[in-house]
């Protein structure tokens, strides 16, 4: 951004309503440590962060978690989003959506679910899971299609899951899912803490992305398919969020505001709170929010890069998990200097015995 140019309002808020979760997923992208629900919004906080959120301009917000359906307030929230004009989408495991829920969820102006699915087996979605979920998914997908909602899919693809691709999205289309989104693993907070347990082999990665190509070509448009690029595969590093505040701001659980969800890593970050300050000013003049806006704070090879106003430098917290510097060029990019970092990581990737079991996420105390 230029002196004086005025910031274009976000598109997206995300927000995390709480960090309680009945799952213990290992690629968990919440901290490590995580917010217990005496420190959480209460009920006319986020009520309030929905109409500053209406007012700024947010056009959609992803009520998530943890898991949002642990607030018993939730129907509140959901109705103070609609009144201020913000469409809602529920980011759900699906464990504690019965039918009496979602009714009451639809008529506070819920408009769409996305359920998280861990594998297309039973056994091993529950696995990785931490804990029996899955059934509960199914009629959580079953609920939402009766209810006349849109529905979608998401499966954070990793090494134990990314060879049963098919299954996963033969599973979504039984499930009647209009959307299906693989992701594969973003190697924060927990899922950081796993990597090693998480990162694919490079050839998993090639047969999966060959046949989501097929899945495209074969689906022709009846069903999104959205696929993650694998960026510790691909070389070319993601713009985060659209880039550092220009698309999206997540709120977490206790009101701090941040730029993406896993930067609350980033040390001397000093992230504002809704508490203190209100959402716009956030927005448009906190130096959490300009530190990596635009590309003035670029170093090179960034700098001088024809890409840097596609990619924005990639992530910033992936630049700080590699490097310990937050500024320096993201290490997926294979132009970065660092790069090597990433290849020695996808190159240690191991399976089998060898490889380190999952550190699940903890639950969260209230």
Request: glycine share 10%.
């Amino acid at each position: 951004m230029t002196a004086g140019e005025r910031v274009p309002p976000p598109w997206a808020l995300l927000a995390e309503l709480t960090h309680l979760c009945p799952l213990r997923c290992p690629y968990c992208s919440n901290p490590l440590e995580l917010t217990s629900r005496s420190r959480e919004l209460g009920t006319a906080q986020w009520q309030d962060v929905m109409r500053q959120a209406g007012e700024l301009g947010v056009v959609q917000t992803h009520l998530s978690g943890g898991e949002p359906l642990l607030r018993t307030d939730l129907a509140e929230i959901v109705e103070a989003a609609e009144s201020a004009g913000v469409h809602t989408q529920l980011v759900t495991s699906g464990v504690g959506l019965d039918a009496d829920r979602l009714d009451g969820l639809v008529a506070a102006g819920l408009r769409s679910v996305q359920l998280s699915v861990q594998h297309a087996d039973a056994r091993a979605s529950d696995r990785i899971a931490g804990r029996r979920s899955y059934e509960a998914k199914e009629r959580a997908a079953a609920r939402v299609r009766e209810a006349g909602l849109p529905l979608g899919v998401n499966v954070v693809l990793h090494r134990d899951n990314l060879d049963a691709l098919d299954a996963l999205v033969e599973l979504g289309l039984a499930w009647g899912a209009d959307r299906i989104e693989l992701a594969n693993a973003q190697y924060y907070g927990w899922g950081l803490r796993n990597r090693a347990a998480l990162l694919p082999s490079s050839a998993q990665v090639t047969r999966a992305a060959e046949r989501v190509r097929r899945w495209r070509a074969r689906l022709d448009g009846r069903t999104e398919l959205v696929w993650v690029l694998p960026d510790h595969f691909e070389g070319v590093a993601k713009p985060c969020m659209g880039g550092w505040g220009a698309v999206s701001l997540t709120v977490a659980p206790d009101g701090t505001v941040l730029p993406c969800p896993a930067a609350a890593m980033l040390p001397g970050l000093d992230a504002p709170s809704v508490l203190d300050r209100p959402l716009a000013w956030i927005w448009e003049h906190s130096e959490a929010f300009e530190r990596y806006r635009g590309t003035g704070w670029m170093r090179d090879p960034c700098r001088t890069c024809a890409r840097r106003e596609e990619d924005f430098g990639g992530c910033r917290c992936q630049a700080y998990a590699f490097t310990g510097d937050a500024a320096r060029t993201d290490p997926a990019c294979r132009l970065s200097p660092d790069h090597g970092l990433v290849r020695a990581a996808t190159g240690s990737a191991v399976g089998g015995e060898d490889r380190p079991a999952y550190a699940y996420r903890k639950r969260t105390r209230a």
